[in-house]
């Protein structure tokens, strides 16, 4: 249930339905729009009576929420929230890019590439200092010495950074260094990290897990709500299918199912999904078109040395002409939503 309080409802009033909500045994989260105040009626246990509210001094309207997610749905909250990061804005018009290797390996490496996005045009950095590898005997990440590069690169090219964390013990450390905290497709269901990134104070890059439906990335999404963190950016990375042409099977169909569902920004990253570099700027070009917000893209100065993921990773050219080619697209097919909405 959403109730919306009128525009010139006053603190009493609002306070007054608060201790209503309180009374049924549910949480009340007030959440402040443009005008008015809206209350989201949270952890009820079956329907409550729309009526109980409809008749409280103050109250516009109270409106039943038929998703199971609430907090991250459009019924909530009906428009788009915008992620402010260094200064990219992401969930608005312009496309958000953001680039750099799977992993850091080295400072050379991370510096020089960083040089590269920044020049091409990117917003902001990426790069794994903790890395979910699949075999144990694989390059785990360089740990807090990879978050400290991470920090060198934010301070001398201007670029916030993006990095994963693996597990709660780290939670505190990654979310120092970070400007956005990345939780991981094999981590998107793990619960207890999502509750953690709810209390965190940066914002949450959530993957949607690699064999995930849309409304359990989106309940996901809803645990890092519920517990206060509203700055959510959604990634599409693609699912596990029965194919061998692809790492994994891009879900465009996701983008505008989420962007309908859901007010949070929703990007994608084409470098997991493909795993082959040369698939990677088609379904950049594709993101763009389908209404991403922005694009995740693995690139590495020396991609053939690469310790993690070179075989996905592009050259920094090829990321220059993706980053002219995406945003040229994003650019007609945002006038194009214009022509078609009137
Ligand atoms: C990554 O972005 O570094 C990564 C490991 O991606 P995913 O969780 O989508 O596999
Ligand atoms: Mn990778």
């Not at 990061?85 to 991370?110: F, H, T, Y």
Request: net charge neutral; with cysteine.
């Amino acid at each position: 249930m959403l109730i919306v309080m009128r525009q010139d409802a006053s603190r009493e009033q609002i306070d007054a339905v608060i201790r209503a909500i309180e009374e049924k045994g549910c949480s009340a989260r007030p959440i402040p729009g443009g005008e008015r105040v809206s209350i989201g009626v949270l952890y009820n246990t079956g329907p409550i009576d729309p009526a109980v509210f409809q008749g409280m001094q103050g109250v516009k309207e109270a409106i039943p929420v038929t998703r199971p997610y609430k907090l991250v749905s459009r019924e909530v909250k009906p428009h788009d929230s915008v992620i402010r990061v260094g200064n990219a804005s992401i969930g608005k018009d312009r496309l958000v890019i953001i680039g750099g290797p799977c992993a850091v390996e080295s400072e050379s490496q991370a510096m020089n590439t960083a040089e590269r996005v920044k020049k091409a045009g990117a917003d902001i950095f990426r790069g794994g200092a903790f890395k979910p590898r699949t075999s144990p005997y694989a390059f785990q990440g360089m740990g807090e010495a990879g978050l400290r590069i991470l920090a060198r690169v934010r301070e001398t090219f201007d670029l916030p950074v993006v990095t994963e964390v693996l597990d709660l013990e780290h939670f505190d450390m990654v979310e120092k260094y970070a400007d956005i905290v990345q939780i991981g497709t094999r981590n998107m269901q793990n619960f207890s990290l999502l509750r953690r990134a709810g209390e965190a104070k940066k914002p949450i890059l959530l993957k949607r897990g690699m064999s995930a439906t849309v409304e359990e990335w989106l309940m996901a999404a809803e645990y890092i709500l519920s517990e206060g963190n509203s700055e959510i950016i959604l990634c599409e990375r693609g699912l596990r299918t029965f194919v061998r042409h692809s790492r994994n099977t891009l879900d465009f169909s996701a983008i505008p199912v989420v962007r309908k569902e859901s007010h949070l920004p929703v990007i994608v990253d084409p470098s997991h999904a493909a795993g082959l570099r040369d698939q990677v700027l088609p379904l950049s070009r594709a993101a763009a078109a389908v209404g991403a917000h922005g694009l995740m893209v693995e690139v590495h100065s020396a991609p053939d040395s690469a310790l993690c993921d070179g075989g996905q990773s592009l050259y920094p050219d090829q990321f220059e002409v993706l980053c002219n080619q995406t945003r040229a697209i994003q650019e007609i097919s945002r006038q194009n939503d214009k022509i078609t909405r009137g």
